[in-house]
């Protein structure tokens, strides 16, 4: 099978079979759940409930607040203690609902479909809007939004994100391994919508187990392929497996739909199965808990709004005290100051390691090597980006490309110097979207 990539990119250590054959197991959630307003990109969702309220496991808690938004469920039973702002994963303080669990599980009665595909456009779209889906893979972009592209006959390809790039994360693979006809269906379900539209599933070479599997549910599908994916960082993210799978090029001024594609991850697909299919809104995840600090890694099936503290003692905790925590994945991931936050919508890793790799490196001078250009995916320059940055040359930054940084992290992970240039570039990339806004 011919092999498909993109130019750039780097073969970090990927610490996948810490958790890669661990089968998922279910969390099971504490006293006190947190559902945050905001767990998408959009207009905060709005309460429907107060404090008092007595709730059921899978009834709406939130509504959508804009049309770029999406709504909130509840994943366990109990009464709402209050309406407050709480501390997430980001360290922002956000208005969220507060459940006291009752332990009993009562559940709402869903609306299960037997043969979806009597099911009109319309109406699936607004099964995925109902259900409150969102990217899963850390993006949060409303899936039904995503779903409704202005020309939906331009689009000629679907494409089910099966990468999982980031070193250390094995949540798609093992929903892979033993939730794959849903991965399909799903996709399946997406295709639906789209009269012209082609199926790619894009998995690494570092993953024949899936491969084969998909290929095999895939068997009499004639308008869906698996392709293997060169195993690279960062592959799995939406530019470069655009590329890699069709290549066609995005850039930062265009979305997927303007070259007439759509990319799913793992989860969201799963996540329409459940809601077209099922009835069900998206209420869990899984999520992968590894590094080296974690006494037990693996991957779990998380009840969203439970905390990150009872997700790792029902690992068996840390063995030693973690120098990093990371919330995702390690290049894109971002650090965590505290494990009393709740897993959300977004929520695809806690990784704990015993050293802090990037805090112990010694910056030292630019030797002009030029590796963070071989590494970078996005054809940049980063370490002159990076010194525009620090000149705060806002138009050359923008002048020779800045705003096309992905923010993967290759370019930093590369430099022999530890130069800080994935910081410096997102930094100034923040202050420029900013500006735009206004
Ligand atoms: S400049 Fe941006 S896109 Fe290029 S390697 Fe660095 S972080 Fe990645
Ligand atoms: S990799 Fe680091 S040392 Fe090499 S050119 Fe880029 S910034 Fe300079």
Not at 1 to 22: C, E, N, Q, R, V
Not at 122 to 137: F, T, Y
Not at 340 to 368: G, H, M, R, W, Y
């Amino acid at each position: 099978m011919a092999k498909f990539t993109f130019k750039g990119g780097i073969h970090p250590y990927d610490g996948k079979d810490l958790s890669k054959d661990k089968p998922i197991i279910d969390a099971v959630p504490g006293d006190e759940m947190v559902f945050p307003l905001s767990q998408h990109i959009g207009a905060p969702a709005k309460p429907l409930v107060k404090k008092g309220d007595l709730i059921l496991r899978g009834q709406m808690i939130a509504e959508a607040g804009g049309f770029v938004s999406a709504p909130v469920y509840s994943s366990v039973s109990g009464i709402v203690k209050n309406i407050e702002k709480r501390r997430v994963a980001t360290g922002d303080m956000v208005e969220s609902i507060i459940i006291e669990n009752d332990g009993l599980f009562n559940e709402v009665e869903y609306d299960t479909v037997d043969d979806w595909t009597k099911l009109s456009r319309d109406e699936i779209i607004a099964k995925v809007a109902k259900a409150g889906i969102v990217g899963m893979g850390g993006a949060g972009f409303p899936t039904s939004v995503k779903l409704s592209p202005k020309e939906p006959d331009k689009i000629d390809y679907i494409i089910a994100n099966c990468a999982e790039c980031e070193p250390y994360l094995t949540s798609d693979y093992r929903r892979i391994i033993e939730e794959g006809e849903k991965v399909v269906e799903g996709l399946r379900i997406m295709l639906s919508l789209f009269p012209d539209a082609h199926g790619i599933i894009g998995v690494e070479d570092n993953k024949p187990e899936c491969i084969g599997h998909l290929t095999k549910l895939t068997k009499k599908d004639t308008i869906i392929s698996v392709k293997e994916l060169k195993t690279k960082y960062p592959q799995g993210a939406e530019r470069q497996l655009i590329f890699a799978t069709t290549g066609r090029k995005v850039n930062s001024k265009m979305l997927p739909a303007d070259v007439g594609c759509i990319v799913n991850n793992v989860d969201t697909i799963c996540a329409i199965y459940n809601a077209v299919v099922l009835g069900k809104p998206l209420m869990e995840r899984i999520v992968t808990i590894s590094g080296d600090a974690v006494r037990t890694p693996g991957n779990m099936r998380v009840p969203c709004g439970m905390s990150y503290t009872e997700l790792i003692d029902q690992k068996g905790g840390f063995k030693v005290k973690p120098a990093k925590l990371i919330c995702g994945g390690p290049m894109m991931g971002f650090a965590l100051f505290t494990t009393d936050v709740p897993v959300t919508k977004t929520s695809t890793a806690l990784l704990a390691f015993t050293e802090d790799q990037v805090a112990e490196s010694e910056t030292t001078p630019c030797i002009n090597c030029s590796r963070c250009v071989e590494a970078c995916p996005a054809g940049l320059m980063p370490g002159r980006l990076s010194d525009m940055v620090e000149a705060h040359d806002n138009e050359r930054f923008v002048a020779n490309g800045g705003m096309e940084c992905c923010e993967c992290g290759c370019c930093s992970y590369a430099c022999p110097a530890k130069q800080p240039l994935t910081q410096n570039i997102k930094t100034m990339r923040k202050m420029e979207l900013a500006k735009r806004k206004k």
